[in-house]
């Protein structure tokens, strides 16, 4: 049972254009978010977090939204760099704060 | 830099043999987690261990995977006869207690191929 959606495999994005990667969950206990960045070879890098009492947090270029009510968050890169390309991933914990990850969007910028 | 540590970063291991992971959390961390990433998938939770005691290893496969994390020492994730279905990343994460925005940190992960 997937608790955790991405369902975009891959996007491609213009340098300097706004990369928008999008997360479902089916699970309303959830009640905190984290997206993750991943480089091939290394582990995932924490990015940003949104507890579930917000619907917005922003850190840099970096911005997460959250609909409770669609259960649906997104990440938002503005502008978008070359370093940007990698593979992002939402969680979510659960329980004991084990996370439960979605299968991660591969993020590409075309220079 | 006293992040996450694992080791091997590379693990080749025939049919049937053992493979043993190690991770080291990051300073002051007393809980670590371990994932697995199969191929083209997310991260899968497997066990979450505190000091001498695994606390949930609700998603290790009942056969063949153990871990622990001693007082003194790194974690190990152990997993005995190998299978090809065991080729796999396998990542630790450490964070330093529950409760609250408790991010966890990841290791750069073990990737195991068996033969």
């Known amino acids: 049972d997937q608790q955790v959606k991405q369902n975009s495999p891959s996007l491609s994005v213009q340098e300097g254009r706004i990369s928008i990667l999008n997360c479902d969950y089916t699970n309303s206990m959830f009640d905190y978010f984290l997206w993750y960045k991943k480089y091939p070879a290394e582990g995932p890098t924490f990015l940003i977090s949104i507890s579930s009492i917000k619907d917005k947090n922003e850190d840099g270029r970096f911005t997460v939204f959250l609909n409770k009510s669609a259960k649906h968050l997104s990440l938002h890169i503005v502008p978008s760099q070359p370093g940007d390309s990698a593979v992002y991933f939402c969680?979510?914990?659960?329980?004991?704060?084990?996370?439960?990850f979605g299968t991660g969007t591969r993020l590409t910028i075309i220079p | 830099n006293a992040g996450v540590m694992q080791n091997p970063r590379h693990l080749v291991r025939r049919r049937g043999q053992e493979a043993r992971l190690r991770c080291s959390p990051m300073?002051?961390?007393?809980?670590v987690y371990w994932y697995r990433q199969l191929p083209e998938e997310g991260l899968k939770f497997m066990v979450y261990?505190?000091?001498?005691?695994?606390?949930?290893e609700s998603g290790m496969p009942k056969e063949r995977f153990s871990a622990e994390f001693p007082k003194e020492g790194p974690s190990i994730l152990r997993i005995q006869q190998v299978v090809r279905g065991d080729s796999a990343a396998y990542f630790c994460?450490?964070?330093?207690?529950?409760?609250?925005?408790?991010?966890?940190?990841f290791g750069p992960g073990t990737r195991l191929t068996v033969l």
């Open positions: 261990l505190q000091k001498e005691n695994i606390i949930d």
């Open positions: 969680a979510a914990p659960f329980g004991n704060e084990k996370l439960t």
């Open positions: 994460a450490s964070s330093p207690g529950i409760g609250g925005e408790n991010e966890q940190f």
């Open positions: 300073k002051g961390h007393s809980h």
